[in-house]
């Protein structure tokens, strides 16, 4: 966002604010540039951003202001301070910046004459306004007032504090004579004597005061009294290098006549050790420079002259303050005395010791301190010896002895000496201040004082790098005043704005009382706990401070008493914590370095020095330490200079709360000193710290200026025709604030009295004091209001009764609407019980329809039913016409038919829901019958299911097991089959080695015949002689040619090697078929039997071979009696199974079959199933897709049966061949296959 136009005022550090305009608003800030090129653009946050009015003109009065906020208030400050107008207000403070210069008629009697009576804000501002409102407020208010001026040191509260006495006193003192003049006179004395040279202010008061001017009860001056507080007595002893020492000494030393400088030998500052480290110089014109001789002048003095100061003269005002002496009472020889004293304070400082070697080891006076001492002693009109002997020793008292204990005294060393000489010299020197005071409060006495009013001129809130005792005290006494201040102006005017019900913003101000009480707290303040340190025998400042910081010291960032470390100033970082405390005032965080606490804290001389001034030869230095000023004695009944501040305080803290309060806020422009020149920031600090910000705050939106409706009258009403004067003070004031059309917004009413916003008020009164043309004027406003009050009034009264008719007419109708309802009431009452009871006869007609929902679903009785109900209604109708018609029918009656209806329908009813809960209950049996029925089915299933499961897992079981046993047989065949393929191999290499040796020796022994022949051929010829006969062949009659000729089928042989051994028990060849069949039935001999069964299908298979053999050319497979599958396995020759006799088990097949079709018809696939009684078939079935399945048994249908022995079948070895016996019996039942009956005597 752009605000180019907005025109603002910018927090700065160095000019306070400056005036920038808004170039963009960011957030939380803005970013803005300064009008003037030489500060740099910026970016503020909106606490640092204040709206800007007009910034050249200047108004009298802040809060009128178009804007009120710190900047402008600022603003209008420095401007006017341009313009030499250096008062400005704030609401009812008046704000006084130091001109550093006289300003023209800006105090002169005429410019009084013309502030005399005028209300504030009438005239330009002047504190001779706020004096005269003072004055005003006593006057009207009955009421004792105060000034409190305040401000930084050089900011000119002395000058006002000056110019309000001179006011009050011009105006209202003349007829007082010498009084006037001796309040006025007050101020060059106490000036000589309390204020000094220092850094801030040529003319620095090192005291505060409160000058009370009192008044009789006619108003005019009759008195003054004043209290004073809190004398800097450190810059007795020492000042630093450009400050002085008070006024008075260089007033002596430069204005005193040469006869009282011989007398009181006082020669020139640079003498003096107490004036000669600080600045030397006097304060001169070029005229009274010429009066000073040379052995009077410092050196610096004659190096670079004299200092200038228009209000300070060193030389005259030497003359001024013994002639203002004179005039409060000062004879010349108490003058003279007073003097005296002032020079025996300088003697004293020059007063030096040295170690004395002597056995006692304390110190002795220096011979260079000799003339001092004994000047001193002088001056001092005690004895020098004893003046001595109470410097380099203490007096003390053994406590054993009591009062009248043996006294010692104890040497003191040269530092203690030295101490013990500047609480002298300060003692003295202090007191003499306070006899002073004393005789000037004593020069005005006064009878009769009805008020007073107070002008209260004391140190603002100071600050140094390092701060001591005294700005602790004065810091501790601004707390103070800013706590009333707040309560006065913030607090109370808040709670009046609650009170008087005027709707005002509330204001937040920091509440200090925290604080205070860290300060002066009686059981654990920082005063309290410096009285106790003071008490221990061995004081000391790091102990106290210690324990300042462990009772006091909070834990968090935000608390007052913090330790030096925790400093924003490096300065004071370097404090250790046991050296001082930072604490945090309204105005700021200051640093105190403790360790001249003690000594300040505590103003009393020890003993010896104490005897030794109070039994001075001088009247005066006698009166100084008389009993009443000397406090008790002991260190446990001290009174510290602390406490006794506090107690002056709280005296004067319950002066200020019973008064009237007015506040003068002094500023100082500049550090310089000098006129025109103003510094900004110095400025807006000042403001700050006075609180006159947050006065700003609760202007913006209070009502400063305020006076009840009776005093309003009271003051007027003289003004006025007696016409008006009649009216009530309220009415009063109301006709005429509202006749002067102010606007709504300038004032409000109260409930007691009426408010003014600033400036307002004293328009008012202008006005009303004004001309008499004018006053006419207001006279016909106000009556003119009057009239149209009154006719408002009328107006209202007859809109009154115009509502009070309305109401009436409302009222009337409400009446009949009473009426009605009354009348309703008591018909109703009457006939209610009829008509009631027919209502409730009505309300049976559900119950009756109810019975006919209910007979509707009887099964029995329904017709009954039907007319009982019809009775029914018919009865209740004849009821209801009977009550209808009879208007005289008694409530018994009435009641005595409703029960009998009633009763009669709700039997009928129980009837019904009787008859329909039997009829309920009926139908529920049944349901319930179903129901079980059903449940048992669902078990039974259940059961059935769980039994086919157990099945199916049997099966499972089973099949596993003939499985294993299959896979057990065929590795039994397979290793069988090695064995036999083993003994083969091994057989024909044994013959192979047989053929061999027999073909060797079948070519050895043919070799022999032929070697033989030609031998018989050989002796032929020669008739020789042949030995030996011919070799024979050799032949192995045991051993078969190899060939295969004669190759035997082994299954053969071992078939009929079994036949044989069959043959060796039951030689069954000879039976006949029938004998072996019946056999086979009937025989309980199993070998028998199964040597039968053998027979019989030995005898089969033979039959079929032969068959097969003479059917070659038929259709041969119709005629299967098994799959070719397994015709085909038998013609591999098998070993028996062993054991196979014993052993005999049913089993049962599956295996399917195709038959090759004939033509083009499709192949025939089909079903096989066996069932084998141990080797031999014993039921056979085929199942063909296209035709009824062929059952078979043994023993009827042998002859289309399988012939073969399970092991010739191979089915054994099939995997998934064999089948269960249920799997086999379930397909044969269901192609109703005769029950299975085994042959006799054997188990199935
Ligand atoms: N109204 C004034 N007109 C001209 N000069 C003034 C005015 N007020 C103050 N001054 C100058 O300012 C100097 C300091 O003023 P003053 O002594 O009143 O200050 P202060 O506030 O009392 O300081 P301190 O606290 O040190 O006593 C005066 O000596 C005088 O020169
Ligand atoms: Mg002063």
Known sequence: MTMDKQLVWVRDPNEGFILAKIHELMGEEADVFPLDNKYPRRVCGFDDIFPAGDSK????????????????????????????????????????????????????????????????????????????????????????????????????????????????CDLWAKGAGPVEQKILDANPILEAFGNAKTTRNNNSSRFGKFMEVHFSNKYQVVGGHISHYLLEKSRICTQSAEERNYHVFYLLCAGAPQELRAALKITKPDDYLYLKNGCTQYFTTPASEKKITDNQKSKQQKAKGGLRDPILDDVEDFQRLHQALSRVGLSENERLAVYGVVAAVLHLGNIQFEEDSGARGGCKVAPAGESALGAAAAALGVDPAELRMALVSRLMQSSRGGIKGTAIMVPLKVHEAMHARDA?????????????????????????????????????????????????????????????????ILKNEQELYKREGLNVPEIRFVDNQDCIDLIESKNHGIFHLLDEESKLPKPEFGHFTHSVHKQLAGNNASSRLQVPRSSRLKAHRTLRDDEGFLLRHFAGAVCYNTSQFIEKNNDALHASLEFLVQESGSALVRQLFAAAHTPAKGKLNFISVGAKFQTQLACLMDKLKENGTNFVRCIKPNSRMVGKEIEASLVLTQLQCSGTTAVLELMEHGYPSRAPFSDLHDMYKSYLPPKLNNLSPKVFCEAIVHSFGLSDKDYKFGVTRVFFRPGKYSEFDAIMRSEPENLRAIVDSVLAWLVKSRWRRSIFAVLSIIKLKNKIVYRRQCLILLQKSVRGYLVRRKHRPRYRAIAKLRTLEPNLQQMEAVTAQLSKEKENAKRNIQNLRNSISNACAVIKRNENITKKEIDDLCSKLNKDVEMQMAALQKAMVDQKNREEQERLRKLEAEMRAAEEAKRAELERQLQEEENRRLKAEMEARRKAEEAERQRQHEAERAAAAALRLQLEQAARADRESRDRLEQERRDHEMAVRLAKETNGHVEGSPPQLRSFPGMEPYNGENKLNRSERVRMQQAMQGKQKYDLSKWKYSELRDTINTSCDIELLEACRHEFHRRLKVYHAWKARNARKTTMDEQERAPQSIMDAAKTPRLPQKGEILGARHRYFRIPFVRPSAGAAPERRGWWYAHFDGQYVARQMELHPDKAPVLLRAGVDDMQMCELSLDETGLTRKRGAEILEHEFEREWARHSGPPYSPPHGRAH
Do not use: W
Not at 441 to 447: E, G, K, L, M
Not at 450 to 479: H, K, P, R, T
């Open 424 to 488: 002298l010299a300060k003692a003295v020197y202090s007191r003499l201040f306070d006899y002073i005071v004393h005789r000037i409060n004593a020069s005005i006495p006064f009878q009769a004082s009805a008020y007073y009013i107070g002008v209260l001129d004391i140190a603002g809130f100071e600050y140094f790098q390092m701060n001591s005792f005294e700005q602790f005290c004065i810091n501790y006494c601004n707390e103070k005043l800013q706590q009333f201040f707040n309560e006065r």
């Open 57 to 168: 003109k200047d108004v009298d009065d802040n809060c009128e202001l178009m804007f009120l906020n710190e900047a402008t208030l600022l603003n209008n400050i420095l401007t006017r301070y341009k313009k030499n107008k250096i008062y400005t207000y704030v609401a009812n403070i008046l704000l006084a910046v130091n001109p550093y210069e006289d300003i023209p008629d800006m105090y002169s009697s005429n410019t009084i004459k013309k502030y005399q009576g005028r209300s504030l804000g009438e005239l330009p501002p002047h504190v001779f306004a706020i004096a005269d409102k003072a004055f005003r407020d006593m006057k009207s208010l009955k009421q004792s007032q105060s000034i409190i001026v305040s401000g930084e040191s050089g900011a000119g509260k002395t000058e006002s504090t000056k110019y309000i006495l001179k006011y009050l």
